[in-house]
């Protein structure tokens, strides 16, 4: 089993940044798409953005230009670089590892999320 603990929520106004920490409790790096979700209250769950194995990443439309997700494999922690906050960024926003491992296949772990709140 592997944790994942976010942090780097909290309250900041709109036009700011936060970043977002995911570590985990062990290395699934190399195997693993490590995505970024985000809940606001009475919404359903949506995906933010992905870093993929290979490097690659990919954002939802709604926060491309202003979020970087990037790894660092030394620390076994993904980040999420918040810029030009806005108030509908405001969600609990969760971290993800998916991935596939042989022999004992498919894995998918969550963290527990951490608020982000952007009000003046």
């Known amino acids: 089993q592997v944790q994942l603990v976010e942090s780097g929520g909290g309250l900041v106004q709109p036009g700011g940044s936060l970043r977002l920490s995911c570590a985990a409790s062990r290395s699934i790096f190399s195997v693993a798409t490590m995505n970024w979700y985000r809940q606001a209250p009475g919404q359903q769950r949506d995906l933010v953005g992905s870093s993929f194995t290979d490097g690659g990443t990919d954002y939802a439309h709604s926060v491309e230009g202003r979020f970087t997700i990037s790894r660092d494999n030394a620390k076994n922690t993904v980040y999420l670089q918040m810029n030009s906050l806005k108030p509908e960024d405001t969600a609990v926003y969760y971290c993800?590892?998916?991935?596939?491992?042989?022999?004992?296949?498919?894995?998918?772990?969550w963290g527990q999320g951490t608020q982000v709140t952007v009000s003046p």
């Open positions: 993800s590892g998916k991935g596939s491992v042989y022999p004992t296949g498919p894995f998918e772990y």
